[in-house]
């Protein structure tokens, strides 16, 4: 006679299909759960480990990026002053239009004083107003321009994980 000993570690007959979790012998749901579980810890450590080795790459590449926008906007802010500059040295005959102001009907004989006052307490208000105008559409084209960056560096960090051996093999068994 053969004795027959017990380790927990025995598995169902091949043969034996079991309809619902209660007629599975109990060793064997604690291993099959016990499988799982560990299976998905060595998913989260491996999506935690290859993230971490990601993340250096990612920041280099939006700093990159970052810097070079900015880097071309070092010009573009250059050009905007000399306009700026130019608009506010001379004479300009759409001011009314763009201000929606009729200073030139009032200003006529104003004397210098009068003029620097005119600017210390309106005039800058008109160059602040261009400026922030200025401002606010770099800065949009600048968020427009890093969201299309950040969505195809995302696109492609996703193939490169689902292109993960472990990923790669989980995907066709599904």
């Not at 598995?11 to 759960?33: A, F």
């Not at 006529?108 to 160059?127: A, K, P």
């Amino acid at each position: 006679m053969v004795a027959v000993i017990f380790t927990g570690k025995t598995k169902p007959p091949l043969c034996k299909s079991y309809t619902t979790s209660e007629d599975m012998p109990k060793v064997y749901l604690r291993q099959t759960i016990d499988k799982n579980i560990l299976s998905e810890s060595r998913k989260t450590f491996d999506w935690e480990l290859w993230i971490k080795k990601q993340e250096k790459e990612i920041i280099e590449y939006i700093k990159k990026e970052n810097d070079a926008w900015f880097k071309n906007k070092d010009e573009a802010f250059n050009n905007f002053l000399n306009k700026l500059e130019e608009k506010w040295s001379h004479y300009n005959p759409r001011m009314h239009e763009e201000y929606q102001t009729d200073l030139y009907d009032v200003c006529s004989n104003w004397s210098d004083d009068e003029w620097i006052e005119w600017f210390r307490t309106r005039g800058l208000d008109y160059i602040i107003s261009d400026f922030e105008s200025w401002f606010n559409e770099n800065m949009s084209a600048y968020n427009k321009i890093m969201r299309s960056k950040f969505i195809m560096l995302s696109k492609r960090k996703k193939y490169e994980w689902d292109a993960y051996p472990n990923r790669f093999y989980e995907a066709r068994y599904w």
